[in-house]
């Protein structure tokens, strides 16, 4: 690869050398940039970072347990939307106002477009989820609200543990962390993090997907060409809905951003800005050695240092909450005091659309996150230095270099057409994500 890539810049030079006037040569970014991949992919290059389309199965990362079939799909993307499954809520009123969605709305970059995600007891929507906030007629305690940001479902292929802290998943990353496993029973199962979320977050989060939800909202057909092989005594279930929605999340690729289109080969994709921006990314910032491969992630856990929700940030929090433990990140998990304050690093696709970052959201601007990792000044004073992460106040980038790197997260990672994974409706004829009378109005449901 090195070679060829220096073949290409000869050939480049010597054509130019043979006119009177100078012309600079953009495609020199283009080569840099190849150069850089190769370097950050360990000879891959840049077909390394090339996102499969939603549709081939064949080279989507799949639970070996859960294959991804076109059914279980169809029926996901359904069951994720749909608010008739708000069928468990503390207060009746609610019933049928939430979804999965509601906390990972494609508008949002599949995540909540709110610093804390609301499930139950929120009301209203805006554009992209920011508008959402908790009724105030409710007691607090009957809120369903996260006390940690909402983590993004796109590109969740690409991880086989789920949470900030890695705590869903039965295998590999988790391999040897069963000790940990009393109040999650699901990892058991021995399947993939995104399964184990899809069964453990309908408890947690007030869903109901059983026989008469399918039976009341017209899901049974598509729940029999979904599970053919299960027995039908057993195929309406909270463990079958779980494995069809986390096939389809499996399929939720940022495969239509203009980093894609580069580098499948339309040197056009992408700004001169966005390419030296790429160029800092996987070279000087160091950021390739956590954000790698397709989806921009790996399964490592990193401490940062950043802020989480506490009482001072007009944070939401509830008194059943162990703030103190999910402080910790991975630690909270493992209770091995090396993982303290350590969090899973996000794919960094779409980023822009949430807002928010950090997993405690207490950065509102991609320039910040990064300014903040160049200067190495912990928010959260309880981290032992010895846990930072080695890039940490390490990179030493310029402020130009950093305004190339925003843009290339900012608008080369975004893929502009997420709403061809939402459903034009769902067979409850619902509003989705929310079906609350603020969403609904916001949503033009009415």
């Known amino acids: 690869m090195k070679k060829l890539i220096f073949l290409a810049v000869a050939a480049i030079l ?53 294959p991804i079939t076109t059914e279980k799909v169809t029926l996901g993307k359904l069951l994720l939307h749909e608010t008739a499954t708000g069928g468990n809520p503390k207060i009746s009123e609610m019933e049928s106002t939430y979804s999965c969605a509601s906390c990972h709305q ?20 805006g554009i992209r989820g920011e508008e959402r906030v908790v009724n105030s007629s409710v007691p607090r305690d009957s809120v369903d609200v996260q006390p940690i940001k909402s983590p993004t479902i796109l590109n969740v292929a690409y991880q086989d543990v789920m949470l900030w802290n890695g705590q869903f998943g039965g295998t590999g990353t988790n391999a040897g962390t069963e000790a940990s496993w009393t109040n999650i029973q699901e990892n058991f199962l021995g399947l993939q993090g995104i399964e184990v979320q899809a069964i453990k977050g309908q408890g947690v989060h007030r869903l109901q997907i059983d026989a008469g939800f399918v039976n009341t909202f017209g899901y049974k057909t598509l729940f029999d060409a979904a599970f053919p092989d299960v027995a039908e005594n057993e195929r309406y279930t909270t463990n079958n809905a779980a494995l069809a929605i986390a096939a389809y999340e499996r399929t ?9 289109d580069w580098l499948k080969g339309n040197n056009n994709a992408l700004s001169d800005a966005e390419k030296k921006g790429a160029i800092v990314f996987f070279g000087k910032g160091k950021c390739y050695e956590c954000h790698t491969g397709p989806a921009l992630n790996d399964t490592g856990f990193y401490a940062f240092g950043m802020g989480d929700f506490n009482d001072t940030n007009d944070a939401i929090l509830l008194s059943d909450v162990n703030m103190e433990n999910v402080k910790r990140g991975r630690g909270g998990f493992t209770n091995n ?9 996000p794919t960094l696709y779409n980023i822009i659309d949430n807002g928010f970052y950090g997993h405690g959201g207490t950065f509102t601007s991609v320039k910040d996150v990064i300014s903040y990792k160049n200067q190495g000044t912990p928010q959260n004073a309880e981290v032992p230095s010895d846990n930072l992460a080695s890039q940490f106040g390490t990179i030493n980038l310029t402020e130009e270099e950093i305004d190339n790197m925003t843009s ?21 004829g619902n509003c989705f994500p929310n079906n609350d009378d603020t969403s609904r109005a916001d949503l033009g449901c009415d």
């Open 14 to 66: 010597i054509s130019s050398c043979t006119k009177d006037d100078y012309i600079p040569i953009t495609s020199n970014l283009d080569v840099e940039l190849l150069s850089a991949l190769d370097d950050a992919s360990n000879g891959e290059g840049a077909a390394f970072f090339v996102l499969p389309e939603s549709d081939d199965f064949a080279n989507i990362p799949q639970d070996p347990l859960n």
């Open 106 to 125: 494609a508008a949002a970059g599949f995540g909540a477009g709110l610093r804390q995600g609301i499930g139950e007891c929120g009301v209203g929507f």
């Open 252 to 260: 939720l690729l940022a495969n239509r951003s203009p980093w894609q």
């Open 337 to 345: 005091p090396a993982d303290n304050f350590k969090f899973k690093t």
């Open 408 to 428: 290339f997260i900012e608008n080369s990672l975004r893929d502009p057409e997420l709403s061809r994974y939402v459903p034009a409706s769902i067979n409850s």
